[in-house]
């Protein structure tokens, strides 16, 4: 079992650059792997950015190229979360989720077998 914990939500001045960490207590975090979605008010979950530190293996979906960067602290057991310049686009839940079974397709929701409970991004004027 993993636990995700999200963090570093609120409300965020457009033009922000914030960056909130995921963390999964009592696992390496390095062994998994790690994606971040995100859900806009009235449509779908989306993915933004995957990676397994493991493998070496990063990505970003296509909407999030640009802004959104996907990092990683071993030591302190978190993955990043990066965004720059964010707009109102980007208000929404945010979801860090993880995978100890399925490596291959990281921008896939089905891939992914642990959910944390998400933080609110409210992006204010």
């Known amino acids: 079992q993993v636990q995700l914990v999200e963090s570093g939500g609120g409300s965020v001045q457009a033009g922000g650059s914030p960056r909130p960490p995921c963390a999964a207590p009592g696992r390496s975090i390095s062994t998994l792997l790690v994606g971040w979605f995100r859900q806009a008010p009235g449509k779908s979950r989306e993915a933004v950015a995957g990676?397994?530190?493991?493998?070496?293996?990063?990505q970003l979906s296509n909407s999030a190229k640009g802004r959104f960067t996907i990092s990683q602290d071993n030591a302190k057991n978190v993955v990043y979360l990066e965004v720059n310049n964010l707009n109102y686009e980007d208000t929404g839940m945010y979801y860090c989720a993880a995978s100890d079974t399925d490596w291959t397709n990281l921008l896939g929701q089905n891939s992914y077998n642990y959910w944390g409970q998400g933080t609110q991004v409210t992006v204010s004027s």
């Open positions: 990676r397994h530190h493991g493998y070496g293996r990063t």
